[in-house]
């Protein structure tokens, strides 16, 4: 049974870590809010610009983002953390990335990996994969330019005959309770703009110079502000299971808290006791 002093010792050690991860679970909420803030703000502006396209989308199929490659890898664009303690958060992308190139090597594909963040970057190393590490600091940085120049470069890349397709693995944000993994294929870009946007969509829509040289302005922006908004919906899920994770363990912390006390308490008066028969058996003596 340990001593009086070591459980006391045991109730400071968890009390300290107690605090921390209170402290931890408030930075993550603070971080969760902020990013609620930005993911809400850039949906109303996609969504309007997804409308647009949504209207064009017969004039998008004519565009070189549409077209297909015969040859050329694929590329795939991880998104993760840079900083642990947000529970199953990084485990959970890195196994779906794990089964991807698995179903992509199968098909025959050549698959490079593009990691944002420091976690899927280590994992992917470790797994021999082909890496591009030009964006792994991107992680946590939310950066509309830094997103632009990612995404600029796959374009490019996929224009020039380098990548036959782009993807995208992320987790995606719904509520604070609800992330789920999300595989989508951003390039080529296939069938238009459907979904939502297309129920937005303007069939009489008025356009100024021409559709197909609006959707030439326009696409691309569109597929940059996709690759931010991917950023954005993967750090909210983020700083979400961060958040849970630090409530888990502040509440595992003060469970063991309270039996620590306990037996702190028991020990003690059973001490207390003892020393009472001692002092009363002495006198008897």
Known sequence: MASLKEIKARISSVSSTLKITQAMKMVASAKLRKAQKMVGGLDAYKSALYAILASLKDYISATPLAGTQASGKVALVVFSSNTALCGSYNANIFKALEQEVKALESAGRSVVVYPVGEKVSKLSRKAGYQLCTDYVAYGDKLSYDDMASLAQHLIDGFTGGRFAGVKLLYMHYHSASR???????????????????????????????????????????????????????????????????????????????????????????????EELTDISNSKLA
């Open 179 to 273: 992330q789920s993994i999300e595989l989508q294929d951003w390039l080529p870009v296939a069938g238009g703009f459907d979904g939502a946007a297309a129920q937005d969509a303007d069939p009489d829509l008025i356009v100024e110079p021409s559709a197909a040289e609006v959707v030439e302005q326009l696409l691309p922006l569109a597929m940059r502000t996709d690759m931010y908004a991917t950023l954005l919906s993967s750090n909210a899920s983020e700083n979400a299971c961060r958040m849970i994770a630090m409530q888990t363990a502040s509440d595992n912390a003060q469970d063991l808290l309270q039996q620590l006390m306990l037996t702190y308490n028991k020990q003690r008066q059973q001490v207390i006791t």
